[in-house]
């Protein structure tokens, strides 16, 4: 009886934990959108990154993010987690704003923002409660979805050379589709435990959401933009 009753407090604790891993990574993913409009804000009104060559830009942007990166996976215990990593969400929206720029060029890029932003929302709602259906592990999935992501990483950098439109819209179609599946694996190992810091979980399910936002942005900028 005592054991039964131990197993059940047990298993009450964990759900309890993983309940508050979920809660404060939400949160904390919500908050991180304020230095990312920030940054973009930033980004654009003073041409910083747009004044950047794409070697260059794509140089800036690779030692910053796995600076910024690196630096939070090893404050994420202490109190200089949550600042680290908003200071990266203000830095990755700088960043953006060489293709917020391009879209705002268009007649229509405002309108088109707001859409890539609104679809990027219901992606995420749909991964979410995705996940929260899904019975089965999907641990399995990490090393395929890494897998997926290194070789866009590796076409991304090409394309910086080549400048092919082609594998540009190729590589945004594969972006959505492999960060979405990103967040169905991401919000199902915090679920099942498999995560518990929420500094960590937060910075997985920001790089989906901004890579889906990013990928969503520029097919919209390519096919709906209007020059009226």
Not at 157 to 181: D, P, R, Y
Not at 184 to 204: F, H, M, P, Q
Request: glycine letters at 12%; one cysteine or more.
């Amino acid at each position: 009886m005592n054991e039964s009753l131990q197993s059940f407090g047990l298993s009450g604790s964990m759900t309890q934990q993983r309940n508050r891993v979920l809660r404060n990574t939400y949160w904390l993913l919500a908050l991180s959108m304020v230095p990312t409009v920030l940054g973009a804000w930033v980004g654009v009104s003073t041409g910083i990154v747009t004044g950047l060559s794409p070697i260059v830009s794509m140089l800036v942007f690779l030692g910053g993010a796995f600076g910024f990166m690196f630096a939070i996976e090893r404050t994420k215990n202490s109190g200089a987690g949550v600042p680290i990593l908003l200071a990266f969400t203000f830095f990755m929206g700088v960043m953006l704003s060489r293709l917020l720029a391009f879209v705002l060029t268009k007649g229509n890029g405002a309108s088109l923002i707001m859409t890539a932003f609104g679809g990027t929302a219901l992606v995420f709602a749909g991964m979410a409660t995705l996940a929260g259906m899904i019975k089965r592990d999907l641990s399995g999935m990490g090393k395929t979805l890494m897998i997926g992501a290194l070789v866009i990483f590796a076409a991304g950098i090409i394309n910086v050379f080549v400048q092919s439109s082609a594998l540009m819209l190729t590589l945004s179609v594969m972006c959505i589709g492999l960060f979405s599946a990103f967040m169905v694996y991401d919000i199902k190992r915090i679920i099942d435990g498999g995560e518990t810091n929420y500094i960590s979980a937060t910075l997985a399910l920001y790089l989906d959401v901004y890579n889906v936002f990013q990928s969503l942005l520029s097919l919209l900028g390519i096919f709906g933009g209007s020059d009226d």
